[in-house]
């Protein structure tokens, strides 16, 4: 396992339990479960499709419910109530926003974070009150800064 | 004042209609492209082919804050999505939605989204028929080889029976009129409850009796 990052150390440090909910079990979704888990926190995902539950590693320590979290019973279940933060990672804006919000505003969750995939709804979603994660648009910033760095250093050199 | 309709298969054709004979200026934006040209050619209205989802698609109506946008997609989650894409860009403040998961409908109501709750609509159709069976079914479970029957009757309309209060009728010993079916209501009668045509009456008798009532309420 990779050494622990500073943040992950005072968490540790903390010695509370965040409790995270992860919608969706796909690339992303499982990804994050795996790390977050391994990291310390309590992490359930939720999924719609038993097979794409299959995909989680063994050595996965958190939980797994299959459900639709667009449905309030399947929220409950996962104990929405005491979430700390919940993340939407489906491939689906109105689904991942949709869900956000019956966390934040019927659950009461108070960190919701959400995948945007078109780029052009990361502004409802912030103004919804929901921390946006566009994957183009971290694509494109990430080209931007290698580009500038690289014409820096060439710059640089010409001096 | 536009009227923007987006989704659906075959209400939103109807809905255009009556739209466009009131002298409303219709919309129809919907991602089937088949429904999109059979309505171009059919409807006096601008139809677009796309998903209202997109802004670009939306953006092409110039929607303006005054405009109705009714929705019609199969998925509440959808519907709230564009409700919400709608409210946002172009600050519209009459939506209406089709609802199917009625529990949704605390979140569409806190951001001023109206709904039409198909789901419930049905059930409240269908629930008058529901409680009459488990009414039945009830009395029968509770009466099976204890020597009683359940018996339902409809009353016709040339009944003799028809617009009779129960004290009038004089009905037999061992049979009682344990409830009334009308329309969407159960009631408990009473002496002075008048039966009327298409009543539907659930009796309980000793079982020596079922012959008589039978004669009794259908001659």
């Given at each position: 396992?990779?050494?622990?990052?500073?943040?992950?150390?005072?968490?540790?440090?903390?010695?509370?339990?965040?409790?995270?909910?992860?919608?969706?079990?796909?690339?992303?979704?499982?990804?994050?479960?795996?790390?977050?888990?391994?990291?310390?926190?309590?992490?359930?995902?939720?999924?719609?499709?038993?097979?794409?539950?299959?995909?989680?590693?063994?050595?996965?320590?958190?939980?797994?419910?299959?459900?639709?979290?667009?449905?309030?019973?399947?929220?409950?279940?996962?104990?929405?109530?005491?979430?700390?933060?919940?993340?939407?990672?489906?491939?689906?804006?109105p689904?991942?926003y949709?869900?956000?919000?019956?966390?934040?505003?019927?659950?009461?969750?108070?960190?919701?974070?959400?995948?945007?995939?078109?780029?052009?709804?990361?502004?409802?979603?912030?103004?919804?009150?929901?921390?946006?994660?566009?994957?183009?648009?971290?694509?494109?910033?990430?080209?931007?800064?290698?580009?500038?760095?690289?014409?820096?250093?060439?710059?640089?050199?010409?001096? | 004042?536009?009227?923007?309709?987006i989704?659906?298969?075959?209400?939103?054709?109807?809905?255009?209609?009556?739209?466009?004979?009131?002298?409303?200026?219709?919309?129809?934006?919907?991602?089937?492209?088949?429904?999109?040209?059979?309505?171009?050619?059919?409807?006096?209205?601008?139809?677009?082919?796309?998903?209202g989802q997109?802004?670009?698609?939306?953006?092409?109506?110039?929607?303006?804050?005054?405009?109705?946008v009714v929705l019609?997609t199969?998925?509440d989650r959808k519907n709230f999505f564009i409700a919400r894409l709608v409210q946002e860009?172009?600050?519209v403040?009459n939506v209406v939605t089709l609802l199917?998961?009625?529990?949704?409908?605390?979140l569409f109501?806190?951001y001023g989204i109206r709904t039409?709750?198909?789901?419930?609509?049905?059930?409240?159709?269908?629930?008058?028929?529901?409680?009459?069976?488990?009414?039945?079914?009830?009395?029968?479970?509770?009466?099976?080889?204890?020597?009683?029957?359940?018996?339902?009757?409809?009353?016709?309309?040339?009944?003799?029976?028809?617009?009779?209060?129960?004290?009038?009728?004089?009905?037999?010993?061992?049979?009682?009129?344990?409830?009334?079916?009308?329309?969407?209501?159960?009631?408990?009668?009473?002496?002075?409850?008048?039966?009327?045509?298409?009543?539907?009456?659930?009796?309980?008798?000793?079982?020596?009796?079922?012959?008589?009532?039978?004669?009794?309420?259908?001659?």
């Amino acid at each position: 396992m990779s050494t622990d990052t500073a943040e992950v150390m005072k968490l540790k440090q903390i010695n509370y339990k965040f409790y995270v909910i992860i919608v969706g079990c796909g690339k992303i979704g499982l990804e994050v479960a795996m790390r977050l888990s391994h990291i310390g926190f309590n992490v359930t995902i939720v999924e719609k499709d038993p097979s794409a539950l299959s995909l989680l590693p063994e050595d996965y320590g958190g939980f797994a419910i299959i459900g639709d979290a667009a449905e309030r019973e399947t929220l409950k279940r996962a104990k929405a109530d005491k979430c700390d933060l919940l993340i939407a990672t489906t491939s689906d804006d109105p689904t991942n926003y949709f869900v956000s919000l019956i966390g934040a505003k019927i659950f009461g969750i108070t960190n919701v974070i959400s995948l945007v995939k078109n780029k052009e709804n990361v502004a409802l979603f912030e103004k919804s009150g929901i921390r946006a994660i566009s994957p183009v648009n971290l694509a494109i910033e990430t080209f931007e800064r290698n580009i500038l760095e690289g014409v820096e250093s060439v710059a640089g050199d010409e001096k | 004042m536009k009227i923007v309709i987006i989704g659906g298969e075959r209400v939103p054709y109807f809905l255009a209609k009556k739209f466009i004979t009131k002298g409303y200026k219709v919309y129809f934006v919907n991602r089937d492209k088949e429904l999109c040209n059979e309505y171009s050619r059919t409807l006096n209205a601008v139809v677009i082919l796309g998903d209202g989802q997109s802004k670009q698609v939306l953006d092409q109506i110039e929607i303006e804050s005054e405009d109705i946008v009714v929705l019609l997609t199969e998925r509440d989650r959808k519907n709230f999505f564009i409700a919400r894409l709608v409210q946002e860009y172009y600050n519209v403040r009459n939506v209406v939605t089709l609802l199917n998961n009625s529990e949704n409908e605390d979140l569409f109501e806190r951001y001023g989204i109206r709904t039409l709750k198909v789901t419930d609509l049905i059930m409240q159709n269908i629930e008058p028929l529901l409680f009459e069976n488990e009414v039945v079914e009830t009395l029968n479970d509770e009466s099976s080889n204890k020597g009683v029957t359940v018996l339902k009757i409809n009353v016709d309309w040339d009944s003799k029976i028809a617009k009779k209060t129960l004290q009038e009728l004089e009905i037999p010993d061992g049979i009682i009129i344990a409830g009334i079916v009308r329309k969407d209501r159960y009631l408990i009668p009473r002496g002075d409850t008048i039966i009327q045509p298409d009543d539907k009456l659930i009796l309980i008798c000793n079982q020596d009796k079922s012959e008589l009532a039978m004669e009794f309420f259908f001659s």
